[in-house]
């Protein structure tokens, strides 16, 4: 699926395709989409979970379907057979079944409403923002949560930092930006098992780069911030845009910065290096992440103290 917003960089904008699942109105973000195809037969699997409709083969490849109407529990018949809206991103092909695809919506970060906790509580919601277009409101679907609490084997692998070594990382303070409540916690557990507990833990991009600026003003920027990781897709303000305010400032654009996303995929990965990302990991890595942190750190404190 080729749109021009893939090859513009920083603009803090994305699209939408918005879609329907009963009488509801959903949304998720474009750079997510490998193709959408109409509804096909699948072959149903035994013990699968509730949501899980079968599997299928486009071409060569095996791909899951997950049913909408049963992870959000809408009850009414549907009127047609619907379409698969197949999906890419923690590297894994998906395909979700919905009723009708309604088009594409161009917005900004900034034009995400947050939830807030009374429709969506850190672990149980299924929705990562809502949408005002016309007459409705568009809700932004959660397809990372929904998948890994189908297989929790497809989300962040905390297992894999039991055998890591814990040294003390106090001295080497890191931001982050997620603003998967779920996620956030995840990583943040992660990075102290490994000794990084001088955390400056943020909601989105803005928030992130805000306090970057008061730091900045107040002269200790590099000293209480040796790393950044940020998300992409976040309300207010996106990865990427947060990317290019850090590298185009000239006391701030040696920091490095990573970003971890379920979303890179190699179109999305020329974009984040055209920023002047120092690293892009997909979202099950965590153990990974952990390495190229310790690495990316080592070598801007190296090259601190060398001056």
Not at 106 to 116: A, L
Not at 217 to 223: F, H
Request: hydrophobic share 40%.
């Amino acid at each position: 699926m080729d749109t021009n917003i893939l090859l513009e960089s920083g603009t803090n904008e994305l699209e939408v395709l918005e879609f329907k699942v009963g009488k509801n109105f959903y949304g998720i973000n474009v750079a997510k989409i490998r193709e959408i195809l109409l509804y096909q037969q699948v072959t149903p699997l035994p013990n699968a979970h509730p949501c899980i409709e079968g599997i299928f083969m486009p071409r060569d490849i095996m791909i899951s379907v997950i049913s909408l109407r049963k992870c959000l529990n809408i009850q009414d018949e549907a009127e047609n057979d619907g379409l698969f809206i197949i999906t890419n991103f923690n590297s894994l092909n998906t395909a979700f079944h919905v009723d009708e695809v309604l088009g594409i919506h161009r917005v900004s970060w900034e034009d995400i409403i947050k939830p807030d906790a009374t429709i969506s509580s850190d672990e149980s919601g299924v929705s990562t923002g809502v949408i005002k277009l016309d007459d409705r409101l568009v809700v932004i679907l959660d397809f990372e949560k929904i998948v890994t609490d189908i297989n929790p084997e497809t989300g962040l692998k905390v297992s894999e930092m039991d055998d890591y070594e814990t040294r003390d990382r106090s001295k080497s303070p890191i931001l982050l930006c997620e603003d998967s409540p779920l996620l956030s916690k995840l990583i943040v557990e992660c990075l102290k098992k490994a000794g990084y507990t001088n955390l400056n833990v943020n909601m989105n991009g803005q928030e992130g780069w805000d306090k970057l600026v008061e730091m900045h003003k107040r002269g200790t920027v590099l000293q209480d911030v040796h790393l950044i990781i940020t998300d992409i897709e976040m309300p207010l303000m996106d990865g990427h845009r947060l990317c290019k305010l850090v590298k185009e400032n000239e006391t701030m654009k040696n920091i490095p910065l990573i970003i971890f996303s379920s979303l890179i995929n190699d179109e999305i990965r020329r974009k984040g290096e055209s920023l002047g990302a120092d690293a892009q990991l997909t979202k099950p890595e965590i153990g990974k992440l952990i390495a190229v942190v310790d690495e990316l750190v080592a070598k801007y404190e190296d090259a601190r103290n060398s001056h």
